[in-house]
């Protein structure tokens, strides 16, 4: 890591990842101008760059007027007071402390970053020097246009990709001409202006990833293949945004998290109240693939690792498809059974378990249904230890059902309030875990189920979506903050990330939980592109994708569902003791093949041969490359498929492989060749479909020629 300036107005930080260069001139705001990988060769950009902070309070707005949540007149304002980079011991920083002398604010913009990763996370402090308060309603992340410059295309050739999401219809990635959406071209000449048009991206509720990702890939062409990707996410358990448009010399990126224009959000910021805002990963990379690569690294770099993350469970819970939230004794028992003899490692006891009756808005005491197991849950529990396996429970912590008695006993502080008055929403309030009352109820509620019954796995849920309100953010904190005590005082205990499947599938969250539910869809054919989308989304050794088998499914469609949670974590459902020996043959292979992926998952990379799954293709392909080893490839033909494929493996070119069948263990109908010249693998799936088929790719010794065809 070093640090260098030039002239004064220009600094250079420079890691074992990447090379960034600031423009920190007296006379203007601070700026990152160039961000390229190590090596790369940095750029000056040009002499009024997007300022790297914008900020606007009740009474400093933005000039020009508008939507867009930069030309703001304290961001204009704000100029360098001082820049220092630091290390440690563990990741290098750089700071850069800026002034606006007519309002006293300071900025201090932070960037770390861990060795080796092409990416920083960033954020902005906001504090007062001197007496008196603002009230802050927009504050950036991180901005800059240093994208125009480093690609060395204009607006016209800049493609964004992106994801919508949404409930059973999660990782809709879709690429889009950034004038497609939003970034109008106008004369600007005749306007004297730039536009003021922008393309936005945003999360308005409780669900941070409610409707879209929070990721982007801004590539320089719509192939990604160009030479050039800038990748971030904003790493946040709440509403936020980004957004990308047209200065007056170049274009800008700019994130942040909640904002008053979009959610409602404000801030006071006095002496004794500094504001820190949300954080944001920034990576660098030469194509979309690559761009995900550093993100993957960039994940793990800050993950919240514990020792008992890394055993990596395989957990068959009741719920998908099977006991669908109505778990009784007598009904758990040959379930678990059937589990222990697969070979699953922890058995969850999805939903219902608290309920005599009708339960969604009644919930909140998490007490055990007498009626459901007259031995007491804890004989079930017994009997799952008794099989060799942990025991786990499902638990929404967060919500207090209308109609339950504690929506009356605990204190109102406890709940979430918006303009004075309680929120329900879908039959349920929301705890604001601001609340000493409301985190002492969950800290009661875990400390019964985990310290006194045993329970070493939660699947936490949150099937309530509360929209926005003005303390969202502190208690998104404050749940995160929860999140860490629970698992400092029981530290064996696994908790699973859910939100009616992955409605809040944030790296806030993923940064220090388990797991994350991808879905909660039921079809194991939409499950497909799903499944091989997850790992854009999130680490693929955190990616739980549902394999539910039915013994009523054809043999095809029997496999295509358990090749579904092959790579990455097979979450397993499904009545395991209806199905014949045959059947469940295949379930212990699909097992057995999961397991060879598990050895590896945790360092693997994710790589898709015909690009990021739409969600209407008809052939879709995810692998987890394994650095100078094996690929493990699955390839799903859905409904409509064409009879061949062709999958560009580049990091194959003019090598001999070996392919051969994961799971099933069979090619079957399939036909699979390998054209080393081409590097290009050739797939026949030779029949009906929906099938599919998780391959193994290995390279061959270096002995035999070079270029010669492996097939089966």
Same mark, same amino acid.
């Given at each position: 890591?070093?640090?260098?300036?030039?002239?004064?107005?220009?600094?250079?930080?420079?890691?074992?990842?990447?090379?960034?260069?600031?423009?920190?001139?007296?006379?203007?705001?601070?700026?990152?101008?160039?961000?390229? =990988?190590?090596?790369?060769?940095?750029?000056?950009?040009?002499?009024?760059?997007?300022?790297?902070?914008?900020?606007?309070?009740?009474?400093?707005?933005?000039?020009?007027?508008?939507?867009?949540?930069?030309?703001?007149?304290?961001?204009?304002?704000?100029?360098?007071?001082?820049?220092?980079?630091?290390?440690?011991?563990?990741?290098?920083?750089?700071?850069?402390?800026?002034?606006?002398?007519?309002?006293?604010?300071?900025?201090?913009?932070?960037?770390?970053?861990?060795?080796?990763?092409?990416?920083?996370?960033?954020?902005?402090?906001?504090?007062?020097?001197?007496?008196?308060?603002?009230?802050?309603?927009?504050?950036?992340?991180?901005?800059?246009?240093?994208?125009?410059?480093?690609?060395?295309?204009?607006?016209?050739?800049?493609?964004?990709?992106?994801?919508?999401?949404?409930?059973?219809?999660?990782?809709?990635?879709?690429?889009?001409?950034?004038?497609?959406?939003?970034?109008?071209?106008?004369?600007?000449?005749?306007?004297?202006?730039?536009?003021?048009?922008?393309?936005?991206?945003?999360?308005?509720?409780?669900?941070?990833?409610?409707?879209?990702?929070?990721?982007?890939?801004?590539?320089?062409?719509?192939?990604?293949?160009?030479?050039?990707?800038?990748?971030?996410?904003?790493?946040?358990?709440?509403?936020?945004?980004?957004?990308?448009?047209?200065?007056?010399?170049?274009?800008?990126?700019?994130?942040?998290?909640?904002?008053?224009?979009?959610?409602?959000?404000?801030?006071?910021?006095?002496?004794?109240?500094?504001?820190?805002?949300?954080?944001?990963?920034?990576?660098?990379?030469?194509?979309?693939?690559?761009?995900?690569?550093?993100?993957?690294?960039?994940?793990?770099?800050?993950?919240?690792?514990?020792?008992?993350?890394?055993?990596?469970?395989?957990?068959?819970?009741?719920?998908?498809?099977?006991?669908?939230?109505?778990?009784?004794?007598?009904?758990?028992?040959?379930?678990?059974?059937?589990?222990?003899?697969?070979?699953?490692?922890?058995?969850?006891?999805?939903?219902?378990?608290?309920?005599?009756? &009708?339960?969604?808005?009644?919930?909140?005491?998490?007490?055990?249904?007498?009626?459901?197991?007259?031995?007491?849950?804890?004989?079930?529990?017994?009997?799952?230890?008794?099989?060799?396996?942990?025991?786990?429970?499902?638990?929404?912590?967060?919500?207090?059902?209308?109609?339950?008695?504690?929506?009356?006993?605990?204190?109102?502080?406890?709940?979430? &309030?918006? &303009?004075?008055?309680?929120?329900?929403? &879908?039959?349920?309030?929301?705890?604001?875990?601001?609340?000493?009352?409301?985190?002492?109820?969950?800290?009661?509620?875990?400390?019964?189920?985990?310290?006194?019954?045993?329970?070493?796995?939660?699947?936490?849920?949150?099937?309530?979506?509360?929209?926005?309100?003005?303390?969202?953010?502190?208690?998104?904190?404050?749940?995160?903050?929860?999140?860490?005590?629970?698992?400092?005082?029981?530290?064996?205990?696994?908790?699973?990330?859910?939100?009616?499947?992955?409605?809040?599938?944030?790296?806030?969250?993923?940064?220090?939980?388990?797991?994350?539910?991808?879905?909660?869809?039921?079809?194991?054919?939409?499950?497909?592109?799903?499944?091989?989308?997850?790992?854009?989304?999130?680490?693929?050794?955190?990616?739980?994708?549902?394999?539910?088998?039915?013994?009523?499914?054809?043999?095809?469609?029997?496999?295509?569902?358990?090749?579904?949670?092959?790579?990455?974590?097979?979450?397993?459902?499904?009545?395991?003791?209806?199905?014949?020996?045959?059947?469940?043959?295949?379930?212990?292979?699909?097992?057995?093949?999961?397991?060879?992926?598990?050895?590896?998952?945790?360092?693997?990379?994710?790589?898709?041969?015909?690009?990021?799954?739409?969600?209407?293709?008809?052939?879709?392909?995810?692998?987890?490359?394994?650095?100078?080893?094996?690929?493990?490839?699955?390839?799903?033909?859905?409904?409509?498929?064409?009879?061949?494929?062709?999958?560009?493996?580049?990091?194959?070119?003019?090598?001999?492989?070996?392919?051969? =069948?994961?799971?099933?263990?069979?090619?079957?109908?399939?036909?699979?060749?390998?054209?080393?010249?081409?590097?290009?693998?050739?797939?026949?799936?030779?029949?009906?479909?929906?099938?599919?088929?998780?391959?193994?790719?290995?390279?061959?010794?270096?002995?035999?020629?070079?270029?010669?065809?492996?097939?089966?």
């Amino acid at each position: 890591m070093s640090i260098s300036s030039s002239g004064g107005a220009v600094v250079d930080w420079v890691t074992d990842g990447f090379a960034a260069r600031f423009r920190v001139d007296p006379e203007q705001p601070a700026a990152l101008v160039s961000f390229v =990988p190590a090596g790369g060769v940095l750029v000056d950009g040009p002499d009024d760059p997007q300022p790297l902070v914008e900020l606007t309070t009740i009474g400093h707005g933005r000039f020009p007027g508008g939507f867009r949540h930069v030309d703001s007149t304290i961001g204009a304002r704000l100029r360098p007071v001082s820049h220092h980079v630091s290390e440690d011991g563990t990741d290098p920083w750089f700071r850069i402390v800026q002034a606006d002398a007519a309002t006293g604010l300071q900025t201090e913009s932070v960037f770390r970053t861990r060795a080796g990763v092409a990416a920083f996370q960033t954020w902005t402090e906001v504090s007062v020097d001197g007496d008196g308060e603002h009230v802050v309603d927009f504050v950036s992340s991180f901005a800059t246009g240093a994208f125009l410059a480093d690609s060395g295309v204009g607006i016209d050739g800049l493609s964004l990709l992106h994801a919508d999401n949404d409930w059973a219809a999660e990782s809709r990635w879709r690429t889009d001409p950034l004038r497609s959406i939003g970034l109008a071209r106008i004369d600007r000449e005749a306007q004297h202006h730039p536009p003021r048009s922008r393309a936005v991206v945003q999360n308005r509720g409780s669900w941070s990833t409610g409707e879209a990702l929070p990721i982007g890939v801004l590539t320089a062409d719509a192939d990604g293949a160009s030479g050039y990707a800038l990748v971030w996410q904003v790493e946040h358990n709440g509403p936020w945004l980004y957004e990308l448009g047209e200065t007056r010399h170049e274009a800008y990126l700019l994130c942040s998290g909640p904002t008053d224009q979009e959610h409602q959000w404000t801030a006071v910021v006095a002496r004794d109240r500094p504001f820190v805002s949300v954080p944001v990963s920034v990576g660098i990379a030469s194509s979309v693939e690559s761009a995900f690569a550093v993100l993957t690294e960039q994940r793990r770099a800050f993950r919240h690792l514990r020792e008992a993350d890394r055993a990596l469970p395989l957990v068959f819970n009741d719920y998908m498809n099977t006991l669908m939230g109505d778990p009784t004794t007598e009904k758990l028992l040959p379930l678990i059974d059937a589990a222990a003899e697969a070979g699953a490692d922890l058995f969850c006891i999805d939903a219902g378990w608290y309920a005599e009756g &009708h339960w969604w808005d009644t919930v909140g005491q998490w007490e055990p249904a007498a009626s459901r197991f007259p031995g007491g849950l804890g004989s079930v529990i017994d009997h799952i230890r008794s099989r060799g396996m942990q025991a786990g429970l499902w638990l929404e912590p967060e919500v207090i059902g209308i109609h339950s008695p504690l929506a009356s006993t605990l204190p109102e502080s406890a709940f979430v &309030h918006h &303009h004075g008055v309680r929120v329900a929403e &879908h039959g349920r309030h929301l705890l604001d875990l601001r609340s000493p009352e409301a985190r002492a109820h969950l800290d009661a509620v875990v400390d019964r189920l985990v310290g006194s019954l045993g329970v070493s796995f939660v699947k936490m849920d949150s099937n309530t979506m509360t929209g926005p309100w003005s303390g969202s953010l502190e208690h998104s904190r404050a749940l995160l903050d929860w999140l860490d005590d629970v698992q400092a005082r029981y530290p064996e205990l696994l908790i699973e990330n859910c939100a009616s499947g992955a409605m809040r599938a944030d790296s806030a969250m993923l940064s220090r939980l388990h797991m994350q539910s991808t879905s909660d869809q039921q079809d194991p054919v939409l499950y497909a592109s799903i499944a091989a989308a997850a790992p854009a989304a999130m680490l693929p050794e955190q990616a739980g994708n549902w394999a539910y088998p039915a013994p009523t499914m054809p043999d095809d469609l029997f496999a295509f569902s358990l090749v579904n949670g092959v790579l990455g974590r097979m979450y397993l459902s499904g009545y395991l003791n209806s199905m014949s020996i045959a059947q469940r043959a295949v379930v212990g292979s699909a097992i057995a093949a999961h397991r060879q992926v598990l050895e590896v998952v945790d360092t693997s990379v994710p790589v898709w041969p015909l690009g990021l799954p739409g969600w209407e293709d008809t052939w879709v392909a995810l692998g987890l490359a394994v650095p100078d080893g094996d690929l493990y490839l699955s390839v799903w033909a859905l409904p409509g498929a064409r009879s061949a494929v062709s999958l560009p493996l580049p990091a194959f070119l003019g090598r001999s492989i070996t392919v051969s =069948p994961l799971f099933p263990t069979e090619f079957g109908a399939w036909d699979v060749s390998w054209d080393a010249s081409a590097g290009v693998l050739h797939v026949d799936h030779g029949g009906a479909t929906p099938t599919a088929r998780v391959l193994r790719i290995r390279r061959e010794p270096a002995t035999r020629p070079e270029g010669t065809d492996a097939g089966r």
